[in-house]
């Protein structure tokens, strides 16, 4: 009983403690420019630290990622010559091991800039990692791991069972590694031991 009324109050509160999130700028937008690509991976990690989410690169269990989709891009007549981007940028919160899409937000962005390089730039200007939407974005996203863990705590024990028998005890490890400690899951794992005594 105890166990289950920490868990709701953690979800009510979304408690961001012990939830990491690596950026990751996948290589299917490799198209976009390297000092833009850079921003764009700038941009991640503010979205992410704007909650009061602590970001890790290293850890693969739960990442934000973009792709970007380009509209339009159309040259304007001026002078100098000028070039007009159209994007639509998704960004997802997924399980960077085993695929598991949490949430995405969509949001337009655009830049006019002297060549394709400042065009992006300018696009990539236009993300507001503080704006309501992204926060908002974030905010689902972490309550739908921590629902996402709770619901499914039986298949979680099972992997961990499983790889445990098997003798991969790093591969079990890591399996726990990545369940957020305000999940129902961790705090089993937690009061087991008390219980045992």
Do not use: W
Not at 101 to 128: H, L
């Amino acid at each position: 009983m105890l166990v289950s009324s920490l868990s709701l109050v953690a979800q009510d509160n979304i408690n961001y403690d012990g939830i990491l999130i690596g950026a990751y700028v996948p290589h299917q937008i490799e198209s976009i420019p390297q000092s833009a690509n850079k921003m764009l991976g700038n941009k991640l990690n503010q979205i992410i630290t704007a909650k009061g989410i602590d970001y890790n690169n290293y850890n693969g269990s739960f990442i934000i990622t973009p792709n970007i989709v380009v509209l339009s891009k159309d040259v304007l007549p001026s002078a100098p010559t000028k070039l007009a981007l159209n994007l639509e940028v998704t960004f997802y919160i997924v399980d960077g091991i085993e695929g598991t899409v949490f949430t995405s937000e969509s949001i337009a962005a655009k830049g006019v800039g002297t060549n394709e390089n400042k065009a992006y730039i300018a696009a990539m200007r236009q993300i507001r990692p503080k704006s309501p939407i992204l926060q908002e974005f974030v905010k689902k996203g972490i309550k739908r791991v921590i629902e996402y863990y709770n619901n499914n705590c039986s298949l979680v024990l099972k992997k961990v069972d499983g790889l445990s028998a098997q003798n991969k005890y790093e591969e079990a490890l890591a399996a726990l590694a990545g369940v957020p400690e305000v999940s129902t899951l961790s705090l089993i794992h937690i009061s087991e031991p008390t219980r045992r005594h």
